[in-house]
């Protein structure tokens, strides 16, 4: 989907999403974010935040930057019970008003297989990161090998879904300074859950207007 169509879509998910996931992805949510190990002293990155059921699960950091390109579901997380000062920014991940390096942790659940540009996306996270720090990925990818049938259906369906079923994760890292840390199946096999470490080095630029931006937002988020 591109921009448009993913705020269309989620302005009529958003009053309704809680209900239908919250309880489906807790578990995952909250096993995901302890296998970060956060500090009081670090700061995080939500991508994607959605309505915000991440954020009741963060334990205390200095700050937690929360992003969504949604302003209806932008409007739900900060309603979510913080544990941590939370600034909510309304932006593309794709091209994040950041500066490099200026975050401990990036958290992206259920955003590179809705992205419009997940390469992007995670090109994005990786800029923003410091070195030896890290993300947290829980989505569902595409296994290695054939499409099954059904995947192949799906995935031509992305629109109505909302979801791309059909992304690999190892293309959208491949060439990235990423090591990955952990990689577990959760949910029957249907869903990854990865930690992945920024490892020092061989980092690729944003894009072009992400350091002027990550200037103008420097007073909230750097």
């Not at 949910?187 to 859950?193: A, D, E, I, S, W």
Request: hydrophobic share 45%; with cysteine.
């Amino acid at each position: 989907m591109n921009p448009t169509q993913i705020r269309r879509t989620y302005r009529w998910m958003a009053p309704v999403y809680d209900a239908l996931f919250r309880r489906f992805y807790r578990e995952m949510r909250t096993d995901s974010i302890a296998r970060l190990a956060l500090e009081p002293s670090q700061s995080v990155l939500l991508v994607g935040v959605g309505t915000g059921l991440d954020i009741p699960l963060l334990p205390p950091v200095t700050r937690v930057i929360a992003v969504d390109l949604s302003p209806k579901m932008l409007k739900r997380a900060a309603g979510a019970p913080p544990s941590s000062p939370v600034h909510y920014l309304l932006a593309d991940g794709g091209a994040l008003p950041l500066r490099d390096a200026s975050v401990s942790a990036v958290i992206l659940h259920l955003v590179l297989s809705v992205a419009p540009d997940p390469r992007a996306l995670l090109r994005e996270a990786t800029r923003v990161l410091q070195p030896g720090g890290r993300i947290a990925v829980l989505d569902h990818f595409a296994p290695p090998g054939r499409l099954s049938t059904g995947r192949r259906l799906l995935a031509h369906m992305p629109v109505l879904l909302g979801t791309h079923l059909d992304r690999r994760f190892e293309t959208l890292r491949k060439g990235l300074p990423l090591r990955v840390v952990r990689d577990e199946r959760r949910g029957r096999g249907l869903y990854r859950m990865l930690i992945l470490e920024r490892v020092t080095g061989g980092a690729e630029r944003g894009p072009a207007g992400a350091s002027a931006a990550g200037e103008r937002a420097s007073a909230c988020c750097a």
